[in-house]
């Protein structure tokens, strides 16, 4: 029996017959092209012939490469490509202008393999690359001005790019399961002094006696605090990038 290198699995051909009759309408009367679970391994070129579709779902397949003619599907707001294996994403990715959600968790990019055309999705609000191998997020995903919700769970991070972790509309970040080192007892110090000096907002002359008393004593005990720890360690940390400003959700299939 003649030897040879080992064959991957064996995917599901589509044809263009059963794509088209795996387009469904949205509540909102888009036409979603639907391929999620199918067992596909490559891209499937008959698609183009629907690349018209609004929404694509390939989701939960064995795809190892996105190729270049992504771009053709001009009309697409919504792209789902979580739970392949796919190890680079393509630079015409950045052509999808009208995009507004991307998720492409539990696949197998990494840092190099993220194009710096991501950051051309100016409309995009939900960008998921959770279950990833990603260890240095680019600081070009902070041109994503329209960016809401974000996933970076189970990957490599050590930090989160201010460009990122300040962007104007972002409410959600998850970012749990990554290597981020911990905070020592004197930044867990200062981060409590940050948040005790939050709370003195109101002047003087607006608080009644005892209770301009008792803020004044308060505020000795906080010089206090401030006066024990050394300067060279009031840095900032990032710690708080898990809660409260990150309402992240648990799971993959949530954030679908």
Known sequence: MAKGKAKGPKGKKVTLKVAKNCIKITFDGKRRLDLSKMGITTFPKCILKLADVDELDLSRNMIKKIPDFIEKFQNLRWLDLHSNQIEKLP??????????YLNICNNKLTTKSLPVELSQLKNLRTLNL????IDNLPTTLGALKELQEVGLFDNYLTTIPNSVAKLPKLKKMNVKRNPFPQPTEEELLIDTIKRMEALYLVDEKDLCGPCLKRCQEERDKLNKLKNAVPTSL?????SSLMTPNSTAKDNQVEWR
């Open 91 to 100: 630079e015409t990715i950045g052509m999808l202008q009208n995009l507004f």
């Open 130 to 133: 959770g279950l990833n191998q």
């Open 234 to 238: 009031r840095k900032p940390n990032f």
